[in-house]
T-cell receptor, first 108, second 111 residues
Framework: GQNIDQPTEMTATEGAIVQINCTYQTSGFNGLFWYQQHAGEAPTFLSYNVLDGLEEKGRFSSFLSRSKGYSYLLLKELQMKDSASYLC?????????FGAGTILRVKS | DAGITQSPRHKVTETGTPVTLRCHQTENHRYMYWYRQDPGHGLRLIHY???????DKGEVSDGYSVSRSKTEDFLLTLESATSSQTSVYFC??????????FGQGTRLTVV
């Protein structure tokens, strides 16, 4: 089975940097994903890590350590529009399983 | 965006009635998933498919069944709807297990 943990809520200031952590326990690991979901909308893909290390994409970066069962999503130069839920998901064999998500509030 | 359409987008139904939700994709993706999303629980996997007529159960499959007779369609059936199945249902697809694309969601209310 899978166990994916991430903080329930975080608050950060516009222009700052925030790191959202995700820990997981799973077998048959085939990759870790981060999704963004605005209220009332469908999730949208942010990043995918299958090997250890950092993947950078614009203001967003994602890190994976498979040996530690740990990932984080780093958001730089925060903007008000970044206020959303951030979902960590693990692909285990052919299943794609999500954590409960982290609500990020960006304040001015 | 991938061509993923869920229907209906909203539905109100009575307890005990059967309900079928449809997910239609035009991307020829192999994998398809059904999730439900409830406050405090995030997205929970109901059933998934890895090919035509190849399906398997997810974390919260009780009370739900699925069928995939064509690559493009993945149907989710609530055999006898209960109030606990009131939720927002999302379909997702992926070609190769990397980036998954989501439909717009179906808001189901069971009264």
């Amino acid at each position: 089975g899978q166990n994916i943990d991430q903080p329930t809520e975080m608050t950060a200031t516009e222009g700052a940097i925030v790191q959202i952590n995700c820990t997981y326990q799973t077998s048959g690991f085939n990759g870790l994903f981060w999704y963004q979901q605005h209220a009332g909308e469908a999730p949208t893909f942010l990043s995918y890590n299958v090997l250890d290390g950092l993947e950078e994409k614009g203001r967003f970066s994602s890190f994976l350590s498979r040996s530690k069962g740990y990932s984080y999503l780093l958001l730089k130069e925060l903007q008000m529009k970044d206020s959303a839920s951030y979902l960590c998901a693990v692909r285990e064999d052919q299943q794609l399983v999500f954590g409960a998500g982290t609500i990020l509030r960006v304040k001015s | 965006d991938a061509g993923i359409t869920q229907s209906p987008r909203h539905k109100v139904t009575e307890t005990g009635t059967p309900v079928t939700l449809r997910c239609h994709q035009t991307e020829n993706h192999r994998y398809m998933y059904w999730y439900r999303q409830d406050p405090g629980h995030g997205l929970r996997l109901i059933h998934y498919s890895y090919g035509v007529k190849d399906t398997d159960k997810g974390e919260v499959s009780d009370g739900y069944s699925v069928s995939r007779s064509k690559t493009e369609d993945f149907l989710l059936t609530l055999e006898s709807a209960t109030s606990s199945q009131t939720s927002v249902y999302f379909c997702a697809t992926t070609a190769d297990g990397t980036e998954a694309f989501f439909g717009q969601g179906t808001r189901l209310t069971v009264v």
